[in-house]
C-alpha cells in the first residue's frame, strides 16, 4: 500500500502532515472555509469509502494529480 502525503487543514492538525492511501479515497473536493477573523480560504477535502474525509492545504487539481500517480 503506497501513501500520499498531504498538508493537514483541519483545526486540530493544522499545518502538520498526513498520509493517505489513495485507495481508500472516493471523491475530492474543494470549499472556502472561514477562519474566525472572517477571511475565507480554499480548503480541499479528500472523501474516504467509509465515511471518514480528510481536509488537505493543496489545492484541488494537486491532490487529483498527486492521487492518479503511479505508485
Same mark, same amino acid.
Given at each position: 500500500?503506497?501513501?500520499?502525503?498531504?498538508? &493537514?487543514?483541519?483545526?486540530? /492538525?493544522? +499545518?502538520?502532515?498526513?498520509?493517505? &492511501?489513495?485507495?481508500?479515497?472516493?471523491?475530492?473536493?474543494? /470549499? @472556502?472555509?472561514?477562519? @474566525?477573523? +472572517?477571511? !475565507?480560504?480554499? %480548503?480541499?477535502?479528500? /472523501? +474516504?469509502?467509509? +465515511?471518514?474525509?480528510? !481536509?488537505?492545504? !493543496?489545492? /484541488?487539481?494537486?491532490? %487529483?494529480?498527486?492521487? &492518479?500517480?503511479? &505508485?
Amino acid at each position: 500500500m503506497a501513501m500520499k502525503m498531504f498538508m &493537514n487543514a483541519s483545526p486540530d /492538525y493544522d +499545518g502538520k502532515s498526513i498520509a493517505i &492511501n489513495p485507495d481508500a479515497v472516493v471523491s475530492v473536493f474543494t /470549499y @472556502d472555509k472561514t477562519d @474566525d477573523d +472572517g477571511v !475565507e480560504s480554499p %480548503v480541499t477535502i479528500l /472523501y +474516504g469509502a467509509t +465515511g471518514t474525509s480528510w !481536509e488537505v492545504k !493543496e489545492s /484541488y487539481l494537486e491532490v %487529483v494529480a498527486r492521487l &492518479n500517480e503511479p &505508485n
